[in-house]
């Protein structure tokens, strides 16, 4: 085959060079060395690839939301029937309906979104009320020291303390990027606590008990912490 | 009229169509677990999660016993010569003619050994996600970029797969040999000059 050597040919033993081992480790290296750097190399790209990639594959989830629920069926919303209810050691247990919500001081704000499993999502348009005044009217007891907030999304629920509701950008949120909440995002009412991870931003919202001490929510029952910090909690420390 | 030889053997075509079998029901049940849209259309979350990590177990499973119970020993000197790139090869990946290929071209092996890291990587970053839902310990913020980007990765060296294997008129000879085993003599002198079928 001299025809077809050049001088400029890489040297091989005979049998050939191990190359394909050599791709295999290599890719198996980098792949497995991503799980330090991946996240930080994806954040940083995210903002320009995933435009393109939507653009051209409208399917793909561009905005960075995955949508996760425990339950055989997600919840459906009807505005006709739903309504949220506070109850637990409140002196008028009420319930509300789509219209008396929507009637409540709106509030909005822009936060960011982390899920525990590693995902984020910069910049979400919130809509909707302070936890305040949706409990106030309630007449909560001088006891009442947490929130149990219940989804109907069965058995899905998570507590917060009552300081914990007062955090800046705690809210529920009927609207999401100015438009409703849809039925993934868990209309027609979800918590919203940015500083902690999303399993605690409970979806599919029905009803919130006012209780004593906070308890352990569904994932906390699986051994998530139940102060779910962002980079503090769940076994993150940044 | 022209003979025919064969070019896999019977424990090489069910060692890929298991790969292959499993791969889909993976890819499809990821994709409802990623896709926002099919995810609110289909639901039964826990259902689908159950369905893909145990079909992850099974393919790994499947492929091992596919391995051992089958020709092991035909199969070790096929991964040998994936393995082995000549100076033919090297000019074939620079896009030098001519590099006169032997069994595999050198876009097969690369692709054969991608497949593979792939596997593991698949397997090991899937394994992280279970666990680490389970134990903190084994949970990191980037093992779900890993496991997603590798279904892209993956997905791309599919498609490109699948084009060659069923479009490509040079070819998707190939995919014969894939099925029934054999490839016409004449095609593999064309293309695998080199290889000197048993």
Redesign the interface.
Known sequence: MSEHTDGREPRLRPGGAPVGRAAFLGTVAVGLSSLVWGKAAWDRVSGVVSPVAGTLLPVLPTSGWRIYSIADTMPRFDPTTWRLRVDGLVAEPLELDYRKLRALPRVEQVSTFHCVTGWTVQNVHWAGVRIADVIEPAEPRSGARALRFVSAEHPYDDYLTLEQTTLPDVMLAYEMDGKPLSRGHGAPLRLIIPDMYGYKNVKWLERIELVRVDGSGYWENLGYDRDAWVGHSNGYST | MTGYVRRFSRTERTFHWVNAVFFLILLATGLVL????L??AV?????VKDIHFWSGVGWVVALLVVALAGNTRGLMRTARD??????????WLAR?R???QGRFNAGQ??N???T???T??FV??GL??WF??????L????????HD??AFAALALFVGHLYLAVIHPATRHALRGMTVGTVSEEWATRHHPKWEPD
């Open positions: 990623y896709l926002p849209s995810e609110v639901g039964r979350r826990p259902l994936i393995d082995r790139f000549d100076r033919d090869d090297l000019r030098r001519p590099a006169p092996k690369v054969a050994a991608l593979a890291a792939f593991v990587l090991a970053s992280l996600l680490g839902e389970r134990d903190t310990r949970r990191f913020a980037s093992t779900v970029v890993l980007g590798l």
